[in-house]
């Protein structure tokens, strides 16, 4: 099954994906991670790692070069996970692989915001903990290494704000596009995690 996973900020979908892959034993492939595990002797290798470290985003017909050799690998015959790739209506211009149903995590703005505000990132090893659904053990330190948690600066309100309007913006055509296909497949994200996964695997039919 080839699915693709889309979702405001804090909508579970990093969690979402991992969990589908481990009990579909299918990849998940997300855009960031496929870029950041390039292997040394790949063709592209230095000319992505000089983009990247100009804090230049990669082109798009790169990461869909990228992309599919991904697809390709014997790890992804009976399917994959794709997150960050064909949201926006350009990704599938470069890129459309086809997809058997595309999940839409959804939550309001203002779970979205509340998500955000409950969210530490260990500053020793950038573990990431939630107030509401993953609280550490002890308040204000890192489980893992003691680290001192903290709130990241990219997660303040205006930048959150700022990342829901370019979602809105960049989704609405595929989310109509998928929808006219039938493969759009609305999930409601307002619950804890593991609801949300139960909704997930009802619509996946597993
Ligand atoms: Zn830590």
Redesign the pocket.
Known sequence: MKILLIGPPASGKGTIGERISKDLHIPLISVGSVLRGIPDNHFQKKKISEIMERGELVPQDIVASLLKEEVAKDTAENGFIFDGWGRRKEDLDYFDPNFDKVIYLKVSPETSFQRISARRT??????VYNLTFIPPKISGV??????KLTKREDESEETTRRRLEIFEEETKETIEYFKNQGKLVEVDGEGTPDEEYTLVKNALGY
Do not use: K, T
């Not at 260990?122 to 573990?127: I, P, Q």
């Open positions: 260990c500053e020793n090893c950038e573990a890192c489980d893992l290494c003691g680290g």
